[in-house]
């Protein structure tokens, strides 16, 4: 495989727990050596000093089958012997890190000291724990998302993990954005692409910082790839996180044809859940196909056929 | 309890697992309330960006009874889950890092990071786990303990823990010494104390650079305080570690004589096991009261025999 990417391929742009059920099932029915996963950095954290990638290992724990099938983060089966005894010296432990999940962090801390991209410290992991995928982080530099509350500016994680994303948003803005670059290979993977899959994942700050990363949303509107995305709102409400509450407080629309209208430059289907039937007539007004399908991936059986009705869609004579 | 030490307390000058379980014996004899140690940090590292403190953290884990009592490092009946996750990961696994022991070492790193001192995270830490002597670091500055090998010149742990001290070691010296000044109350707790003992410890790397650190050798010199010191070298061998090998290898004397030559300027008398008796003559030579005792502490009763032994010979009519 050559840094340009796998031509014909799958590109999906993700976040956590959502976009990683999605990509459990799609790897199951094509290839996973055809497929390259973008995944958003900008709640990446610096946790007792370690640098913590919670979507990029969302991702690789569950394509590994390593992840937590019921927390949403972490591995399965971990232990909590470190957190436990922090907490016992009265160190802060708001942020859950499992004793084998820690191992993730020091690695990664490891090789970016002695000087590895943070993407090619992702695929060193990957491929230990034996992923085929690619997965590229969506940026080698940092941006961080801040989250504006009536507590002022915070920083992602102190609003999500340590505070249990309570508080009311103003706003979102990612900072470092001036300074990133699209990770080696994502734009070249965007241009090359058979497909392209927006997962189901908030699209403020999931999808949100990837779009934002300088050339991303542009190599999109540009590609001869089409490109789907599937709600990862639901009867107006988030499947899982503060998706909804946010997009309220920001003031957009709590729906699919919400969802549909933040990707309309570049999008050409969108798939929406049964229950949102009838948006699925003002989403074909934004200029896509909106194709209806049961996107509640409760089991495997039921993120497989999603994956396939996606694909399917994306096949499917213009 | 002030910054300028307990009157008429006790100091020990301690290294690792042999200090620990003298401090064992003899904190069952004395309020440990009444003892400050003063712990050697010069084989302190930086492993995967954590800061790592052997001794002081082998001290205070014995002396809060957390210790693993056959290893001599880590704490008892810790996992491994994290070191295995790594290993897994091609990570570095020289470094032997427990789950539980890991959150001593990313509790230090944040209170390092907001500033606080060595002494004071290691007050901290000693206090959350019960531990009621004080316990100092040598310094709050960096001293690093530099091992001359036939493959160069080697940081204390990659010499130690990761090639195991199988090099022959051609000299030894301790970095950042320049900068280094006492912890706050080292000096002061030595000016007022009542005795003091040296534990049995390497004397080239764990009392060395105790009394390499300027103005503790001299505090020592000048202080009214008794002075016992332990032989960690019985029958020509170290009881445990590298002590011996590195003696010969710098053209000392591997002997119980040979180690009170080391600290003849300050001691009063010395403790040698019944083994090396026949030294006693030679050591009273070098003007100190020579005390023959089983050292060997191999259970608790011998381990408070021998501090009753040291205690009753720093109170004996001069």
């Known amino acids: 495989m050559g840094a340009g990417g796998r031509a014909g391929g799958i590109v999906a742009l993700a976040g956590g727990v959502g976009a990683a059920r999605f990509l459990d099932g799609l790897s199951r029915l094509i290839d996973p050596a055809r497929l390259t996963v973008v995944v958003n950095t900008g709640d990446d954290a610096e946790i007792h000093g370690l640098p913590v990638s919670p979507d990029l290992d969302t991702v690789v724990y569950t394509m590994a089958g390593l992840a937590d099938p019921s927390r949403g983060w972490g591995r399965r089966g971990d232990t909590f012997r470190c957190l436990e005894s ?4 009265g160190g802060e432990t708001w942020f859950q890190l499992g004793d084998g999940d820690l191992a993730t962090h020091l690695y990664r801390g490891d090789r970016l000291r002695q000087g590895a991209s943070l993407s090619q410290v992702t695929g060193e992991i990957a491929t230990a724990l034996g992923v085929r995928a690619r997965i590229l982080p969506m940026s080698d530099q940092r941006v961080r998302t801040r989250v504006r509350t009536g507590r002022g500016e915070l920083d992602f994680q102190t609003y999500f993990a340590r ?11 990612f900072s ?13 993977a965007i241009e090359r692409a058979g497909a392209v899959v927006v997962c189901p994942s908030n699209p403020i700050i999931s999808i949100g910082p990837i779009l934002a990363v300088p050339g991303i949303r542009r190599a999109l509107g540009k ?23 946010m997009m309220r407080s920001l003031g957009l629309r709590v729906s699919a044809l919400g969802v549909a209208e933040l990707y309309r430059d570049f999008l050409d289907l969108f798939v929406l859940d049964r229950v949102d039937r009838r948006q699925a007539a003002g989403i074909e007004r934004l200029g896509m196909r909106a194709v209806v399908a049961d996107t509640m991936m409760t089991d495997r059986r039921k993120k497989i056929a999603l994956a396939r ?3 399917e869609a994306l096949e499917a004579p213009r």
Chains 1, 2 share one sequence.
């Open 86 to 89: 922090l907490g016992t010296l």
């Open 223 to 245: 590609t001869r790839a089409r490109i789907a995305a599937v709600s990862p709102i639901v009867g107006g409400r988030a499947v899982k996180g503060p998706a909804a509450r």
């Open 176 to 188: 470092g954005l001036r300074r990133a670059r699209p990770a080696t290979g994502v734009i070249e």
């Open 163 to 173: 505070r249990r994303a309570q508080d009311s948003v103003s706003g979102v803005r």
């Open 309 to 311: 009705t996606v694909l």
